[in-house]
């Protein structure tokens, strides 16, 4: 079974500039979870989508970021403008649906986009 | 909202020795606590978990202990290796009701490092 998938793995923009970081759940898995780990800190939540629909966007920074998951695949995290503090490595994860209540708990995550911002 | 607290930040052992790194939490809805192992380069690996229901968990060389009480927890490494070497984290959450999954919250992370 393939893993999460995360696309790219580095991405450098000058400021004021535009990226779009993509995450392949893991098949079938209906919760898919955007985090982020600035240097030397916590992985922080960003949001979390039950099929294509948000359950919690709460730990989104502003409005410059913006997330989507059509058709309750694959997702994608847009910043527009980048500021220099969205430096970090933006991680998805993935977890199976809320009727396999014991396993939807598991969060599997990718390799993560080191994002750098000049 | 919750908060997770981690403690050693970096932690250096000899091969074959233990290691023991403790997490508090403060949110008592927690009911989930995910360890993840993050080698260089690569994403968090899930590596053990417990569910508020049970006090301790075992798998070979790793175990994690809860004390709901004090809402504290612990990952215990024994026999370690030089691949054992790595970033752990701890994580705290709780499932959601509508549609499943949960929000985890992680502590700041342990730099493992196993000596030879």
């Known amino acids: 079974e393939a893993g999460v998938t995360q696309f790219p793995s580095h991405s450098v923009i000058e400021k004021g500039q535009t990226v779009t970081l993509r995450c392949d759940p893991i098949?079938?898995?209906?919760?898919l979870y955007w985090y982020r780990r600035v240097m030397g800190k916590e992985i922080k939540f960003l949001l979390h989508f039950v099929k294509e629909s948000k359950q919690d966007e709460s730990g989104m920074p502003n409005n410059r970021f913006l997330a989507e998951r059509t058709g309750g695949t694959y997702s994608t995290l847009k910043v527009q403008p980048a500021e220099l503090e969205d430096s970090g490595v933006y991680f998805c994860?993935?977890?199976?649906?809320?009727?396999?209540?014991?396993?939807?708990?598991?969060?599997?995550f990718g390799p993560g986009t080191r994002l750098t911002v000049t | 909202g919750e908060n997770v607290e981690q403690h050693p930040s970096t932690l250096s052992v000899q091969e074959g020795d233990s290691a023991v790194i403790k997490c508090t939490y403060s949110?008592?809805?927690?009911?989930?606590f995910p360890w993840y192992k993050q080698e260089l380069g690569k994403g968090p690996q899930l590596i053990i978990d417990?569910?508020?229901?049970?006090g301790e968990k075992k798998d070979q060389r790793i175990a994690v202990t809860l004390n709901k009480t004090a809402k504290h927890f612990s990952l215990h490494i024994t026999e370690t290796q030089p691949e054992d070497s790595a970033v752990y984290f701890c994580?705290?959450?709780?499932?959601?009701?509508?549609?499943?999954?949960?929000?985890?919250?992680f502590g700041t992370g342990t730099q493992l490092k196993v000596e030879l």
């Open positions: 417990i569910r508020s229901n049970v």
């Open positions: 098949s079938g898995h209906d919760n």
């Open positions: 994860a993935s977890s199976q649906g809320g009727r396999f209540r014991d396993s939807s708990y598991e969060q599997y």
């Open positions: 994580a705290a959450g709780h499932f959601i009701l509508t549609g499943g999954g949960n929000k985890l919250t």
């Open positions: 949110d008592s809805a927690s009911n989930y």
